[in-house]
């Protein structure tokens, strides 16, 4: 089927983005980064609008992914406070509140959101081997592809005991 005469846009979150007419039932839009919750997606054809909310299963930005976390060298201080650098894509297009990258099931003490593809976390306190994760408007990293980190092990002082019980 021929595309119809007129022009073929997309709006998304306030964003136009260009669309690629495929057939009578079917358009290609592309949009940018994600802002904030997933919008509804806008389609106009000449005189001709159409929409597809997030609460039709039509329309959901691609999950977050890391594909690397960088750090000072050996395992992290269980205390927490060490700059992280999570490196990925999908990260959307600033912080406003919807971004929650964390180690385990912490989230990091603090966030700093650089692009689409790098966040700064400082690390939270934690033990034993976590693995990092993002999750941007309610859209998580898959599970088990992320990578994993390590916390040093715990210490423990030596314990002095001041009070003998006496006998006799």
Same mark, same amino acid.
């Given at each position: 089927?021929?595309?119809?005469?007129?022009?073929?846009?997309?709006?998304?979150?306030?964003?136009?983005?260009?669309?690629?007419?495929?057939?009578?039932?079917?358009?290609?839009?592309?949009?940018?980064?994600?802002?904030?919750?997933?919008?509804?997606?806008?389609?106009?054809?000449?005189?001709?609008?159409?929409?597809?909310?997030?609460?039709?299963?039509?329309?959901?930005?691609?999950?977050?992914?890391?594909?690397?976390?960088?750090?000072?060298?050996?395992?992290?201080?269980?205390?927490?406070?060490?700059?992280?650098?999570?490196?990925?894509?999908?990260?959307?297009?600033?912080?406003?509140?919807?971004?929650?990258?964390?180690?385990? +099931?912490?989230?990091?003490?603090?966030?700093?959101?650089?692009?689409?593809?790098?966040?700064?976390?400082?690390?939270?306190?934690?033990?034993?081997?976590?693995?990092?994760?993002?999750? +941007?408007?309610?859209?998580?990293?898959?599970?088990?592809?992320?990578?994993?980190?390590?916390?040093?092990?715990?210490?423990?002082?030596?314990?002095? +005991?001041?009070?003998?019980?006496?006998?006799?």
């Amino acid at each position: 089927v021929e595309q119809p005469p007129g022009d073929l846009s997309c709006l998304a979150g306030g964003r136009n983005g260009p669309a690629v007419w495929v057939s009578d039932s079917s358009a290609v839009c592309t949009v940018g980064p994600q802002v904030g919750v997933s919008p509804t997606l806008v389609l106009d054809l000449a005189s001709r609008r159409g929409s597809i909310a997030p609460s039709d299963g039509g329309f959901q930005y691609d999950a977050p992914t890391i594909a690397s976390v960088d750090r000072p060298a050996g395992d992290l201080p269980t205390t927490g406070g060490v700059l992280t650098t999570f490196t990925g894509a999908n990260f959307g297009s600033s912080i406003s509140g919807q971004l929650l990258p964390a180690l385990g +099931r912490t989230a990091c003490a603090s966030t700093q959101w650089v692009s689409d593809s790098s966040i700064l976390c400082t690390s939270p306190p934690g033990t034993g081997s976590v693995n990092a994760s993002v999750q +941007r408007s309610g859209i998580a990293s898959a599970e088990g592809s992320t990578p994993t980190l390590e916390f040093e092990a715990p210490t423990i002082d030596p314990l002095t +005991r001041l009070n003998y019980p006496r006998n006799g």
